[in-house]
């Protein structure tokens, strides 16, 4: 069965500090697809980010930046220099391509900036 | 210009009560969802449609009933409300063809059940 493990309920650091939301997946697929979603205090959630199990490139994208490694079945979210607008709810999700389109989530890191 | 929409955006009710809650996309998706968001910010899918027909039912009790009347609603009943349903519920959707790819969710409905 699909799972997906945040370990970390709550960060806080100070703006420009850079943090690194980890997250770890379990899965039997061979074919799989990873996301990041944020939810920030106004409730919504937002799509950051979709990688399949064949790709294993890191992506950057502005501040942000994320570490697939299969060989530790863990898909990391790196926030550069960050910003009191990155306090959120991060979230990693996994969907099995034998599940259909069954997003599985992690529980969830809360990020906080403060100035 | 919402892409996904749901209404009402927060609901108060009573213990036994029935309520609904709507969903509508306009992005021409075929699939669309529903998940529960509980007190701990855990996310649950609860159903999914295709084009109208149910392709995902998760252990949900049968309470709550989803409706498909076209590819760009689902929309969510839920009968005998108890206190345990209060959460906030959002709807996405996905195309098709891509059943793997983005999803996009609605700004959710915080359900309140007193």
């Known amino acids: 069965a699909q799972k997906v493990t945040q370990a970390q309920t709550e960060i806080s650091v100070v703006e420009k500090e850079d943090v690194t939301l980890d997250c770890v997946y379990e899965?039997?697929?061979?074919?799989?697809?990873l996301f990041w979603y944020k939810q920030p205090p106004s409730g919504e959630l937002v799509f950051l980010i979709r990688?399949?199990?064949?790709?294993?490139q890191n992506e950057i994208s502005g501040r942000y930046s994320w570490n697939f490694q299969k060989s530790t079945s863990s898909f990391n979210f790196t926030i550069t220099a960050s910003q009191v607008v990155d306090s959120a709810v991060y979230f990693c999700?996994?969907?099995?391509?034998?599940?259909?389109?069954?997003?599985?989530f992690g529980e969830g890191t809360q990020l906080t900036v403060n100035p | 210009d919402t892409a996904v929409s749901q209404t009402p955006k927060y609901l108060v009710t009573q213990m036994g009560n029935d309520k609904s809650i709507k969903c509508e996309q306009n992005?021409?998706?075929?699939?669309m969802y529903w998940y529960k968001q509980d007190s701990k910010k855990f996310l649950k899918i609860m159903f999914s449609y295709n084009n109208k027909e149910l392709i995902i039912n998760e252990t949900v009790p049968n309470r709550f009933s989803p409706k498909s009347p076209d590819k760009a609603h689902l929309n969510l009943h839920i009968n005998s409300l108890e206190l345990g349903d209060s959460a906030v519920y959002f709807c996405a959707s996905s195309p098709s063809g891509a059943p793997q790819g983005e999803q996009f969710f609605g700004p959710g409905t915080r359900l309140t059940v007193l």
């Open positions: 992005l021409g998706h075929d699939t």
């Open positions: 899965t039997r697929d061979t074919t799989y697809y």
């Open positions: 990688r399949n199990s064949f790709d294993e």
């Open positions: 999700a996994l969907i099995e391509e034998t599940s259909g389109s069954r997003l599985t």
